[in-house]
């Protein structure tokens, strides 16, 4: 079965600008967190979406938000972009919580 | 709140060394334990877990057991390749199973 999917796989910006990065999880999960990962933080949580509902959110500014569809699809979208958003933006699904698959992620660099 | 720590790296090892990576644990109840290991330019893949007290999480050649009375999963291979330089991440899901909590990750490199 086709493994979770992030589009696109790298992304340059400029700073103030915003962006918007898709997930489509695997079929039949409806749960589908992101995670922000960079050297110096490591991985940290964004938020968690299930059945369109934001379910869990992390500690990161209004500027990131996002959003998920009745077909389980999720953006997120980093608003007013600066240059410490630089990073390697993961989505996971899953099914029930006994593990997360993750994609291959979205590489950000903003300049 | 929910917590994991794990050994910093980075790791050097020679080819067909013993491997112990330590991940420690703080949380509520008890939570399901999980390695993710991760190659360069690549997602977290999900290598093993242990979803309850003395259960071992087994996978090409690595193994980890969850203790409860140490709160700990510390991934062992009794001899690495060059193919497992990756960095490895311990994890736990909270009791909900809704959001997860990871190490900071170690690097391991793996030399002929």
């Known amino acids: 079965k086709a493994g979770v999917t992030q589009t696109p796989r790298y992304l340059i910006k400029t700073r103030g600008q915003q962006v918007t990065l898709s997930c489509s999880p695997i079929?039949?999960?409806?749960?589908v967190s992101w995670y922000q990962q960079t050297p110096g933080q490591g991985l940290q949580f964004l938020f968690e979406?299930?059945?369109?509902?934001?379910?869990n959110k992390g500690n990161f500014p209004g500027r990131f938000s996002g959003r998920q569809f009745s077909n389980s699809r999720s953006e997120m979208n980093v608003s007013t972009l600066e240059l410490g958003d630089s990073a390697l933006y993961l989505c996971?699904?899953?099914?029930?919580?006994?593990?997360?698959?993750f994609g291959s992620g979205t590489r950000l660099t903003v300049v | 709140g929910d917590s994991v720590t794990q050994m910093e790296g980075p790791v050097t090892l020679s080819e067909e060394a013993f491997l112990t990576i330590n991940c420690t644990y703080t949380?509520?109840?008890?939570?399901?334990l999980f390695w993710y290991v991760q190659y360069p330019g690549e997602g977290l893949q999900l290598l093993l877990k242990?979803?309850?007290?003395?259960d071992k999480g087994s996978n090409k050649g690595f193994e980890a057991t969850y203790r409860k009375e140490t709160t700990s999963f510390h991934l062992e291979k009794g001899s690495v390749q060059v193919s497992d330089s990756a960095v490895y991440f311990c994890?736990?899901?909270?009791?909900?199973?809704?959001?997860?909590?990871f190490g900071t990750g170690t690097s391991l490199t793996v030399i002929p």
């Open positions: 996971a699904s899953s099914l029930s919580g006994d593990g997360y698959t």
């Open positions: 079929s039949g999960h409806r749960s």
């Open positions: 979406y299930f059945s369109e509902t934001q379910r």
């Open positions: 949380a509520t109840g008890y939570p399901s």
């Open positions: 242990a979803t309850k007290a003395d």
């Open positions: 994890a736990l899901s909270d009791l909900s199973g809704n959001q997860f909590y």
